[in-house]
């Protein structure tokens, strides 16, 4: 096994759309602080200029703020949700590559059980993801000291564990795809539910979700977006953490030993 994950390592390492996309995730994080703050003065200038074309007085526009919290950057690494896009077809890509080219019969057939192939490349997306929120942090850190000061406050404690429980959505998530690329192998549904989730475009499936449980329970205060770890994952330093880790939890422990038991049950081609 500890091969395996040895060689699954190297494999991610060394995969052009991990370090395309690692590098896209990077970049955008480090230039979107200076550009955000660079709109921002744009913006108020612009509302200062109408404003005295209207009225003839300036009004003062609040001016951009001169520090941020560490805490918000840790709990927030992505900054941009939509950025975990790359990192899911990163991880498509990567749990597929073996089964396109045929590498998976070379080594499949030398385990003790072909689904250790499987466990091999769960741990090995732990590490991947890891690699990323780490990057896209130290980016977005980056950018902010280009703009302004960033301050070591109280709650960074706090947003450490909440990195920490976003790895472990993230690594939820993952286990999904991981479940349509290498347990049933359809890379295309894999990728089109990825592309939803990264995209947020699941927010119209989850509002007519709400629509539905509205109409059976009536007065339910029950709102699916607190539990659908996409959503979970937009959230701040004050995310829903029992939330966040019952639904990793029950994801993990469906699909991680679903993908296992169907890819023993199939023959390695």
Request: with cysteine; charged share 15%; net charge positive.
């Amino acid at each position: 096994m500890g091969n395996t994950i040895k060689m699954d390592l190297y494999r991610m390492l060394t995969s052009k759309t991990f370090k395309i996309n690692l590098l896209i995730v990077t970049i955008v994080t480090l230039l979107s602080k200076p550009l955000l703050k660079l709109v921002y003065n744009l913006t108020a200038k612009l509302a200062e200029n109408l404003s005295e074309n209207a009225e003839g007085t300036t009004s003062a526009v609040e001016a951009y703020p001169s520090s941020v919290d560490l805490s918000e950057l840790i709990a927030s690494p992505f900054g941009f949700y939509n950025l975990t896009i790359f990192v899911l077809m990163s991880v498509i890509a990567f749990a597929y590559a073996d089964i396109a080219n045929g590498f998976i019969k070379n080594y499949a057939g030398q385990l003790e059980k072909k689904g250790y192939s499987i466990i091999s490349k769960f741990v090995v997306i732990v590490i991947h993801n890891f690699i990323f929120m780490a990057c896209a942090l130290i980016g977005g850190i980056l950018g902010e000291l280009m703009t302004r000061t960033v301050t070591f406050d109280a709650d960074v404690p706090t947003a450490v564990g909440v990195f920490f429980l976003k790895l472990l959505l993230m690594q939820a998530l993952c286990t999904i795809l991981l479940f349509f690329t290498a347990g049933i192998r359809q890379r295309t549904m894999a990728t089109v539910f990825g592309v939803f989730l990264g995209s947020g475009m699941l927010g119209l499936a989850y509002f007519g979700l709400n629509m539905a449980i509205a109409k059976v329970f009536v007065n339910s205060d029950i709102n699916v977006m607190d539990y659908a770890p996409d959503k979970l994952l937009e959230q701040g330093i004050n995310i829903a953490t029992i939330n966040a880790l019952v639904v990793s939890a029950v994801i993990i422990c469906i699909f991680l030993p679903l993908t296992v038991k169907i890819f023993n049950a199939k023959d390695v081609r």
